[in-house]
């Protein structure tokens, strides 16, 4: 909605254009009248729609055509002003301001106009039967308001009618000529109709319908007037209630009487509570609300959020099998404009025969907001998150983490949601990691017809607790350039255990990227059940992982009938949450040891400083 509003008054001379924005000000008629007043501002507190109004007034007598244009385009309406005891000024509405107004506008937005015939004390009759053929053949033209300057009739409702003009506009909800809702606004509120739907019957209960007027107006409806709402809407629409419950057809036919009796005002303030603008998208403001994201952090859904997107799936499975299939998805997908979530996703979750699973649905909500908390913003606004959960925004769903060097210096990670990167040649094995992590073995993994996903994201349990971790597959041919990115909570290295040539790959991109940082590394080597290939000269996998303290080289592979094994993940997530375990685990001998001697010395020091105590106190 607009912040401010700006009227502009044109008309023939001496129609009482200055008149009117005196008596409104003054809340007098003017003895004496200047050719032209000059702007005003009416503060936000006092307009019935609490925005600041500048009424701005012209005069053909002091003003050149190019000003007069000027002052149109600036103006978010316009007053066409004319002497109701004077004919020929209502035929110059129509051979002259109109065309003045929207003449270069034929394709694009017009600006509202509101008729004003002024000096009706002079006319007992009304000159509405005049005006009505160029309110017909101008759509721009919202309404027509007869006044009296000099009796101050009706001026405050002429300012109102213009600033309601601008505010709730009626040319982007309604055709006239058809009688029927604009395709946009129809496509709006049916979005707005299917999240109110709770219960996905396509109608609207009256326990649905009291949740939607409170939602909109701030209170429900009385027993009386619901009932009275839906006596109107069977009397003139077939189907429009069924089973004593309001269809999509019946809540279209609502809003287009609303529109059709001038109160076009309930029916954007229905659509501005579901986040839209004036041109009947959802605004900016409210698909990306500001959330601060400081570098170093990272994101995710919290238990709000959670609670919600699980509402969301259980609300579209209608067939309580615990899974979405596919024609359940396309209807949790009906709110969006575009499926949110690309082709690739189910090869990014767990799935169960095909469908998607809670488990798998929660994991897909967490790789966006961890990878895109922007995209997730997005998704929870179609979804009506701020209305539905009564929030002011949808960033009340995301939990910002604390800093990644935080995390480093207290040794472990307080974050849910962990990033691990998978580096290494082509070939070894990297998408069947991958697909290894969601349970798919190496014969599922090849009947995959697309290109596999870069992401792949399951839960592992962590000394007890539920972490997601996300797998990340980096593409070889960037992986020695400086332009690699290679932050993440963990880095797993891996090699072909049949090629030697893809360890030394690893070794590279670790001394690179990896040697001198904080960030976790480990050694996998893939294709296990192969046997090794011949060794090049230098150090062995597990000699160049013990001589930089790194743990030994973790065997895997993905053949064989059965699931692959899980080990691999918990372990990536177990050094990702405690990174000093890295080190830890590899010298337990050498720490214990030490320990050993140190307890060692500490006695023999004990005994010696005894004895020399002894010694001092018979020398005395």
């Given at each position: 909605m607009k912040r401010d509003v700006r009227i502009l008054l044109l008309g023939e001379a001496q129609v009482g254009k200055t008149s009117l924005i005196m008596s409104l000000v003054g809340e007098e008629f003017p003895e004496e009248v200047p050719p032209r007043a000059e702007e005003i501002t009416i503060p936000a507190d006092v307009t019935p729609e609490k925005v600041p109004t500048h009424i701005v007034d012209s005069s053909e007598a002091e003003q050149t055509v190019e000003e007069l244009q000027d002052e149109i385009h600036k103006a978010n309406v316009v007053c066409v002003v004319y002497d109701v005891s004077e004919e020929a000024t209502i035929e110059k509405i129509r051979t002259k301001w109109i065309p003045l107004v929207n003449g270069g506008t034929e394709k694009g937005p017009r600006v509202p106009i509101i008729l004003v015939g002024n000096k009706s004390d002079l006319r007992p009759g009304s000159s509405m039967e005049a005006v009505l053929p160029i309110m017909s053949q101008f759509p721009e033209i919202e309404t027509c308001v007869e006044c009296s300057a000099k009796n101050l009739r009706n001026i405050s409702e002429l300012f109102y009618y213009a600033q309601k003009a601008v505010l709730h506009p009626t040319a982007p909800l309604y055709d006239p000529e058809t009688k029927q809702l604009k395709p946009e606004c129809t496509q709006a509120l049916t979005r707005i109709f299917r999240l109110s739907d709770q219960d996905l019957d396509q109608a609207l209960s009256d326990e649905e319908l009291n949740a939607f007027q409170k939602s909109c107006f701030g209170h429900p409806l009385?027993?009386?007037?619901?009932?009275?709402?839906?006596?109107?809407?069977?009397?003139?629409?077939?189907?429009?209630?069924?089973?004593?419950?309001?269809?999509?057809?019946?809540?279209?036919?609502?809003?287009?009487?609303?529109?059709?009796?001038?109160?076009?005002?309930?029916?954007?303030?229905?659509?501005?509570?579901?986040?839209?603008?004036?041109?009947?998208?959802?605004?900016?403001?409210?698909?990306?609300?500001?959330?601060?994201?400081?570098?170093?952090?990272?994101?995710?859904?919290?238990?709000?959020?959670?609670?919600?997107?699980?509402?969301?799936?259980?609300?579209?499975?209608?067939?309580?099998?615990?899974?979405?299939?596919?024609?359940?998805?396309?209807?949790?997908?009906?709110?969006?404009?575009?499926?949110?979530?690309?082709?690739?996703?189910?090869?990014?979750?767990?799935?169960?025969?095909?469908?998607?699973?809670?488990?798998?649905?929660?994991?897909?909500?967490?790789?966006?907001?961890?990878?895109?908390?922007?995209?997730?913003?997005?998704?929870?606004?179609?979804?009506?998150?701020?209305?539905?959960?009564?929030?002011?925004?949808?960033?009340?769903?995301i939990t910002v983490t604390r800093e990644k060097r935080l995390d480093q210096e207290k040794g472990q990670t307080q974050r849910n949601v962990l990033l691990c990167k998978v580096v290494g040649a082509r070939g070894v094995g990297k998408s069947a990691f991958l697909q290894a992590f969601l349970g798919r073995g190496l014969g599922e993994t090849r009947e995959l017809h697309k290109v596999p996903a870069v992401y792949a994201i399951n839960t592992v349990q962590v000394n007890g607790q539920e972490k997601y971790l996300i797998l990340c597959e980096v593409d070889a041919g960037s992986l020695l350039s400086t332009a690699f990115d290679a932050t993440c909570d963990v880095a797993c290295l891996m090699f072909d255990g049949t090629d030697p040539q893809s360890f030394a790959l690893c070794t590279s991109v670790y001394k690179r990227h990896y040697m001198d940082g904080q960030i976790p590394c480990l050694f996998v080597s893939s294709k296990a059940d192969l046997p090794e290939g011949v060794s090049l000269p230098g150090l062995s996998p597990a000699e160049f992982c013990r001589r930089h303290r790194l743990p030994t080289p973790t065997p895997f592979s993905c053949a064989g009938p059965g699931e692959p094994s899980t080990a691999v993940f918990t372990r990536l997530a177990t050094i990702a949450t405690f990174p000093y375990l890295v080190h830890g685990e590899l010298h337990t001998t050498s720490f214990w040891l030490r320990v050993t001697l140190g307890a060692v010395g500490a006695a023999v020091a004990a005994v010696l400083s005894f004895s020399l105590y002894r010694v001092l106190v018979k020398s005395r």
């Open positions: 009385a027993p009386q007037a619901l009932e009275d709402v839906k006596m109107v809407v069977r009397k003139n629409v077939a189907g429009g209630v069924r089973d004593d419950r309001l269809t999509l057809d019946g809540f279209l036919f609502l809003n287009t009487l609303f529109i059709q009796r001038g109160r076009h005002e309930t029916t954007w303030t229905i659509l501005r509570r579901f986040g839209y603008g004036d041109t009947l998208e959802l605004s900016t403001d409210y698909l990306f609300p500001p959330l601060h994201v400081p570098p170093g952090c990272s994101t995710e859904l919290n238990h709000f959020g959670y609670q919600f997107v699980q509402r969301v799936f259980e609300k579209h499975d209608q067939d309580h099998d615990g899974t979405l299939s596919l024609a359940e998805l396309q209807d949790l997908f009906s709110v969006f404009p575009a499926p949110p979530w690309g082709p690739q996703f189910l090869q990014e979750v767990r799935t169960e025969a095909g469908r998607l699973s809670l488990h798998g649905y929660l994991c897909q909500w967490t790789l966006v907001t961890y990878l895109d908390v922007r995209r997730c913003l997005e998704h929870l606004g179609y979804l009506g998150y701020p209305i539905l959960c009564k929030q002011d925004s949808q960033a009340h769903a």
